[in-house]
């Protein structure tokens, strides 16, 4: 079965230096950047349906959409606090790293989810049926090695088997390696890379091969479904920009009730926007997963901001989800 396509990062300096010509965002204008994969089918959504220019016309606005693709956490913020675009995503704790950091600043919050769905820890070590099977001698492929999304959730549960202090007890045998080149590692065996922290579809095209098998979910790691990913920007960008906001939140909102009540169409439109040579059968099975929920709702997204702030990853500790989201967010249920 083909892989999902994935890109070479961007290199963030390039968007930096357009920031350095471009002139301030005026009511009208937003400029997004997503990553790849079936954790970003609202976006897609929006993006196929002109979602965004549909609500602006609501508002009075004819509202002009920059799409951007990019790779990683890292240059999705270099980007956003350079100015050089208005929304961004990425996992929820890299996230909430950055709306740590900004705090008193640049004020990063969260516009929305982009849903919830868990993320697999696989291996075809047939030894390793639990984490305290890992030894020194496995290695464990993560997109972004002791600070990304899965990284982050690992440590998390390290923390709860060995104690906080112990929580980088598995960075040491923690790889960077796209979600691609790591399902193709754990597929092929015979490499130093015999476990993969993954994510949808990867997860589920590895597991379609006999020697793979599931360790743990992060689902399981915080308690029942979760966010994957958040989309955020900064309080100048939501504060200049109060319709061009609302448009594109109620374009999210939108999105997520399409896909809720179209989910065939959904997955054709990933398939489209993405341009992925995956089967649409197979894309349609992982849409109509009973553990995945497209919702701009977070879930559970507060026990990553409790346990990051108690493993010491963020210094400032929330009193719920809605200190890191702006109140438009508050309209839906959260947690």
């Known amino acids: 079965m083909p892989f999902a396509r994935t890109f070479i990062p961007a290199v963030a300096a390039g968007l930096i230096t357009l920031a350095l010509a471009a002139n301030a965002q005026a009511e009208g204008q937003i400029r997004i950047a997503q990553q790849f994969g079936i954790g ?30 990019l790779s990683g956490a890292t240059g999705m913020n270099e980007a956003l606090l350079a100015g050089a675009l ?48 890992f030894s020194s001698k496995d290695r464990i492929a993560v997109p972004a090695a002791g600070v990304g999304f899965q990284s982050r959730t690992l440590q998390i549960e390290t923390a709860r088997l060995y104690g906080k202090e112990n929580y980088k007890r598995f960075d ?3 790889v960077s390696l796209s979600h691609p080149d790591a399902t193709a590692a754990l597929l092929a065996g015979g490499s130093e890379i015999n476990a993969h922290f993954s994510s949808p579809p990867f997860q589920y095209q590895a597991l379609e091969n006999k020697n793979v098998h599931k360790v743990i979910s992060s689902y399981d790691i915080l308690g029942g479904p979760a966010t994957f990913n958040f989309l955020y920007t900064t309080q100048k960008f939501h504060d200049e920009n109060p319709k061009t906001y609302r ?14 009540n179209n989910k065939a169409k959904a997955a054709d439109t990933f398939i489209r926007v993405q341009k992925s040579k995956l089967s649409p059968e197979f894309v ?30 963020l210094k400032n500790r929330a009193s719920s989800w809605k200190d890191y989201f702006f109140e ?8």
């Open 40 to 69: 970003y089918l609202i976006l897609d959504v929006v993006q196929d349906q002109k979602l965004i220019e549909k609500q602006g016309k609501k508002e009075g606005l004819d509202i002009k959409v920059e799409w951007n693709s």
């Open 86 to 133: 208005d929304v961004v995503s990425a996992g929820a704790p890299p996230a909430l790293v950055l709306w740590d950091r900004t705090r008193g600043r640049q004020n990063v919050k969260a516009i929305a989810s982009l849903g919830s769905m868990p993320n697999y820890l696989l291996s075809n070590n047939p030894n390793v049926k639990t984490l305290k099977d």
């Open 172 to 174: 040491d045998i923690t």
């Open 247 to 260: 448009a594109f939140y109620n374009a999210l909102v939108e999105a997520a009730d399409f896909i809720r």
């Open 284 to 313: 349609r099975k992982i849409v109509e997963d009973p553990e995945i929920n497209f919702t701009v709702s977070p879930e559970r997204s507060f026990v990553y901001a409790e346990k990051l702030h108690e493993i010491g990853v």
């Open 328 to 335: 438009e967010a508050y309209a839906q249920p959260g947690s």
